[in-house]
């Protein structure tokens, strides 16, 4: 995809990488002005001279770290390369299930067996859904996701 629809993820809180690029899960994602602030407790702007936290592109970098203030070279807007990246489901994740009978629950994470299964419980009442196979797709923050399918591919 193109560099524009990428930010479009990157807008709807998911992450996005090139495949252009030769570092192992190199990712981008967006950090949001306003999660900064609930996080640090500052930064609102409601004393005199309080600055405010402006939303920035994160970089995860092929060394596990974590840089803030990405900004794309020439290539990087030009490329058509853009990929979705589909992060690796973890205990305690809230995702959406749609069962055989096409019911669909708001579910908890209990367990990641492996790359192949999930446990799953209803957020709201005593059910429980035993390894989930990976086939089955399950929804996060409105995006398809599956378990570790990108994860060690690229």
């Not at 994470?109 to 035993?130: A, G, P, Y």
Request: glycine share 8%; hydrophobic share 35%; with cysteine.
């Amino acid at each position: 995809m193109k560099f524009a629809q990428a930010l479009q993820v990157l807008e709807a809180g998911g992450y996005v990488f090139r495949r252009g690029w030769n570092g192992k899960q190199i990712v981008l994602f967006l950090i949001r002005g306003t999660d900064l602030q609930k996080v640090l407790g500052y930064g609102y702007g409601e004393y005199v001279g309080e600055p405010t936290f402006e939303s920035t592109i994160a970089i995860r970098t092929a060394q596990n770290t974590i840089a803030l203030g990405w900004k794309p070279t020439n290539a990087d807007m030009w490329a058509d390369d853009w990929e979705v990246f589909y992060k690796p489901f973890e205990k305690g994740d809230i995702v959406c299930y749609t069962d055989p009978h096409r019911l669909r629950y708001k579910a908890r994470i209990t367990k990641v067996w492996s790359q192949e299964c999930v446990n799953l419980e209803h957020t709201e009442s005593d059910m429980r859904f035993e390894k989930i196979p990976s086939s089955v797709p399950l929804y996060r923050d409105g995006m398809r996701s599956f378990y570790f399918e990108h994860g060690d591919e690229y």
